[in-house]
């Protein structure tokens, strides 16, 4: 998987998280749960984006796995946002879908290069 395909993914949710904390803020005027899923939401990319100048194989891995964490840290604030009633079934649905999605690739690109780095291949 090309990385720039993770990383204009990355870019487009982080967008999209942008515009979720912009609604959720302005209309029902919820600020905690929002700024903690616009860190997350954000920084998925901003970590993809880092890996991509990584200075070592072992960085590029540690670069990774803090962007899946963070994938995995805004679903859970998906599901509060939604379970609160901050946001409709709708949104809630196709932004998780475009989180599980991140965390896939993210899984599959941290095993590979893992993998790699056991077998001495170059990444």
């Not at 803020?25 to 700024?35: A, D, H, I, P, Q």
């Not at 998780?96 to 690739?105: F, G, T, V, Y």
Request: net charge positive; charged share 30%; hydrophobic share 35%.
């Amino acid at each position: 998987m090309p990385e720039n395909f993770l990383r204009e993914k990355s870019k487009r949710f982080a967008m999209r998280i942008v515009k979720l904390y912009q609604h959720v803020s302005e209309k029902s005027r919820e600020g905690v749960l929002s700024k903690q899923i616009l860190r997350s939401g954000t920084s998925i990319g901003a970590n993809v984006c880092e890996a991509q100048y990584a200075q070592s194989q072992k960085d590029f891995v540690s670069k990774m796995s803090i962007a899946l964490k963070e994938s995995a840290e805004t679903e859970y604030w998906l599901e509060l946002l939604h379970e609160g009633d901050f946001i409709t079934r709708k949104q809630f649905d196709s932004l998780r879908e475009d989180c599980i999605e991140l965390l896939k690739m993210l899984t599959a690109t941290v095993n590979t290069t893992k993998r790699k780095m056991r077998l001495g291949e170059k990444i």
